[in-house]
């Protein structure tokens, strides 16, 4: 892979070649000479080798904007790499409906008919665009692709996958709308995230499918999912990036979204450790419900103050309802957060 230094300094020769062999064409002609082009094959194939990038000053303004004042010199993130050419973030704010289709209490992707959800999605969108006309949304399908159970099934690892006719199907829905993207969810249980990612790899490959995984279902105490909080560590989380960044690279694909749930300190460790990639743009996504006090405050102190690249946040269109002022955030209460989050989730 071309490093971005190598880039420039590739581009600088490929001008540098392109002045000389120009001259050298347009030498004087002896009698008899043949006219020829002034492009040679060898031109062109260094101009063929140069790998575009995202516009650098563009990619640091909108950061700086998403960062919303932050004073800490938490955000944005320092030392980051600037992405391949194609990157969704931060040019665009992903909205996104999460479920599965075999539940109706797992999620908006699943609880309502094609239909009537992306009809919902669609106002959504229409709410974001709303909200923050400098920002361009991405609509999404979020689809729990590996799902944490009760049964501990016939391999006794407390995890179903998903029929990959079920997951056709995510894939069918999103091409209702033009240039939807998808994301596959992994809840591991007792599995391991080595084992469940690369099951996927024929539907990674595909240019619009990204990537989530679940800490709350990583169950290496190995007690039963749903009797307590699970984790993930900086190893699992780099193990999925690398994997992606060599998909990408080998497939010659844009950059693939990443999006890692938390809710709490321990459901990721060791965060400092998280190693970001050009191919791979990463999401902590918090993922916590409750009233807006709450929510904010999960998200100040678990997301904010381990700053990794980008932020998300999840709306519940239930359980948010349940406590205090019965109040679903709105658009214009989560630009106001430090950083603005650049993926918003419903479910």
């Known amino acids: 892979m071309i490093k971005r230094k190598q880039i420039a300094f590739i581009a600088a020769m490929a001008l540098t070649l392109t002045g000389i062999l120009a001259s050298c064409t347009n030498s004087p002609k002896k009698e008899g000479d043949k006219e020829t082009s002034n492009v040679t ?3 062109t194939l260094v101009e063929e080798e140069v790998i575009p990038v995202m516009d650098t000053a563009m990619y640091t303004q909108k950061m700086l904007a998403l960062a919303n004042g932050d004073s800490t010199g938490r955000w944005p ?3 980051q790499p600037f992405p391949l050419a194609g990157a969704i973030l931060p040019n665009k704010r992903v909205v996104a409906y999460y479920g599965n289709l075999y539940s109706k209490r ?3 992707l699943g609880e309502l008919s094609p239909a009537a959800m992306l009809a919902r999605l669609d106002q959504e969108v229409k709410n974001w665009e709303l909200a923050d006309s400098t920002t361009e949304v991405q609509p999404a399908l979020h689809y729990i692709a590996v799902v944490a159970q009760g049964a501990a ?7 179903s996958r998903m029929p990959d006719k079920q997951i056709d ?3 069918a829905i999103s091409r209702m709308r033009k240039n939807m993207i998808v994301f596959l969810d992994i809840q591991v249980a007792l599995s391991d995230i080595r ?5 996927l790899e024929k539907y990674l490959i595909m240019p619009n499918v990204h990537l989530g995984i679940d800490p709350e279902f990583s169950m290496k105490n190995g007690r039963k999912p749903g009797s307590t909080i699970g984790t993930f560590d900086a190893a699992d989380i780099n193990y999925c990036s690398d994997y992606l960044a060599k998909l990408v690279q080998k497939h010659h694909l844009t950059p693939k979204i990443f999006v890692i749930h938390r809710f709490t300190q321990k459901m990721v460790t060791n965060s400092k450790g998280i190693k970001l990639h050009p191919e791979v743009q990463l999401v902590i996504n918090m993922d916590g419900w409750g009233a807006p006090e709450l929510k904010k405050g ?3 102190y678990f997301i904010n103050r381990e700053p990794v690249q980008f932020t998300g946040f999840k709306l519940f269109y239930g359980n948010d309802l349940k406590n ?4 679903l955030m709105t658009p214009a209460d989560l630009l106001k957060l430090t950083p603005k989050p650049s993926y918003i989730q419903y479910q």
Do not use: A, L, W
Not at 324 to 327: A, M, S, T
């Open 298 to 300: 999960t998200y100040r």
């Open 169 to 171: 199907s995510v894939m």
């Open 41 to 43: 094959d060898k031109e």
């Open 153 to 159: 099934g016939k391999d006794g690892k407390y995890r």
């Open 106 to 108: 797992m999620g908006i």
């Open 77 to 79: 993130v320092k030392n």
């Open 324 to 327: 205090g002022p019965k109040r």
């Open 195 to 199: 084992d469940e990612v690369p099951r």
